[in-house]
């Protein structure tokens, strides 16, 4: 009966937004540095030789947004009903079709400046978001915002806005002027999650690892 | 609305296939809707991402194949009993479609080249390559997803895991026809037994099962 246990990593990297929708619910967890030999050899812990891992009372688990949709069931973070259901999943597939661009632009790109300025003009340009981009465009989104929900698409926090905080984080990072001018609605999203007493609290804890990917570039 | 569910795409099977088989399995009576491309590429209410699928039924106008296949998961019980059998389920789809990520650049970017084809196989698909530098991509990893003692995949129940693995499957042995089955015979006895399932049989018999596969005319 003892904590969550996320294995990764001691970094923000994929396991984040894991880390900040446990975080936001008030669910005690504890990180866990994962032993790179065993990840490599062990299939009944690591069942595609990577991490994230979560292991709760329930699961033990991996694939990062496997583990998302678990805790967004299990701690009511997947809206009310069908249709915001799927209109988390509409969030989350998005999302992690704009990370895997990011994480080309970060480990394969190494943030080079004609690199960024491609990925920045193709993938988050709001004037671009019909152009030539396989569908991946932070202006997609920014779109799939519910009219009139608190939250983006629900009036209760979901694992969408926990993984559109952290795509937002991750962009800031690279983009700090570009980002806010151009998508102030995604900007007020991110301040107002990280000011949710529960996220706030854990921001400033020790389990939010300074460490943002492996290489240390931002 | 009381009509069919729809399900928008080109007339091909593509990433609109499992959509189709899922809704099959299931009784689900639906129409295949040609997307108009003019459409899809300018009204973002319609199509969020400028692509397709597009599935509207009674609940959702919802876009992003894997968010319309959980969709039909969430609708008609295909997502396994409780907790751990959805995570299962989840692990299943996200794990095909990393892998289908990898098939779709073998058809459209790599078109089917032989030397190609062999680094595919060699890679993603050759049981002894499990553990070698695949980026956690490998077709052996998704069978060994499979739960002991469930009648299906990874619950008793027929789940949108099962028929993700069978449509990928399925891609797959049009290419790798003597190699695949052979390596596989797990996924070779669920691609048969889904097939028998009497709703899917008669699907796939009739004319809602389009002979077309992918874009380009290959695989």
Not at chain 1, 76 to 95: F, I, P, R, S
Not at chain 1, 155 to 182: K, N, Q, T
Request: hydrophobic residues 45%; charged residues 25%; aromatic residues 8%.
């Amino acid at each position: 009966m003892g904590k969550v246990q996320v294995h990764y990593f001691p970094m923000k990297g994929r396991a984040e937004p894991i880390r900040v929708a446990l975080a936001a619910k008030g669910v005690e967890f504890e990180n866990v540095t994962v032993d790179s030999a065993e990840m490599k050899s062990d299939l009944t812990k690591y069942k595609f030789g990577q991490c994230p891992r979560m292991v709760d009372d329930d699961v033990d688990l991996c694939q990062t947004n496997a583990i998302l949709r678990h805790l967004g069931r299990k701690h009511d973070m997947y809206g009310k009903g069908l249709k915001e259901a799927a209109a988390v999943d509409e969030v989350v597939d998005a999302v992690e079709a704009l990370k895997a661009k990011l994480v080309t632009l970060i480990f394969t790109d190494k943030l080079a400046d004609a690199a960024k300025q491609t990925f920045w003009d193709t993938h988050c340009d709001p004037a671009s978001i019909s152009g030539r981009n396989s569908g991946i465009h932070l202006a997609y989104i920014s779109k799939l915002a519910v009219p009139g929900t608190t939250w983006l698409v629900s009036d209760e926090l979901s694992i969408a806005d926990i993984l559109v905080w952290d795509m937002f984080d991750m962009l800031a990072g690279i983009f700090p002027d570009m980002l806010a001018a151009a998508y102030p609605d995604l900007g007020a999203h991110h301040a107002a999650l990280a000011a949710v007493p529960s996220v706030r609290a854990y921001l400033e804890s020790p389990l939010r690892l300074a460490a943002v990917v492996a290489n240390d570039l931002k | 609305m009381m009509g069919k569910v729809q399900v928008y795409y080109f007339p091909m099977r593509g990433r609109g296939e499992p959509i189709r088989v899922a809704l099959a399995a299931k009784g689900v009576e639906f129409e295949h809707v040609d997307v108009d491309y003019a459409e899809m590429k300018s009204d973002l209410t319609k199509y969020k991402f400028n692509q397709c699928p597009r599935l509207v039924d009674d609940d959702v106008d919802v876009c992003q194949s894997n968010a319309v296949l959980r969709h039909v998961g969430r609708k008609y019980d295909m997502y396994g009993k409780g907790l751990k059998e959805a995570a299962a389920v989840d692990e299943v789809v996200d794990g095909v479609e990393a892998f289908k990520t990898k098939y779709l650049a073998l058809i459209y970017q790599d078109e089917l080249a032989d030397a190609a084809k062999q680094t595919f196989w060699d890679t993603h698909c050759e049981p002894a390559s499990i553990s070698g530098r695949n980026s956690g991509i490998h077709l052996a990893y998704i069978s060994k997803l499979a739960a002991p003692g469930t009648s299906w995949l990874v619950s008793d129940e027929l789940s949108i895991a099962d028929i993700a693995v069978w449509d990928m499957f399925d891609l797959l042995a049009r290419i790798f026809p003597d190699t695949l089955a052979a390596a596989y015979p797990d996924l070779g006895a669920h691609h048969a037994a889904l097939a028998a399932v009497p709703s899917v049989r008669a699907y796939l018999e009739g004319p809602l099962r389009l002979p077309k596969v992918n874009y380009n005319g290959l695989g």
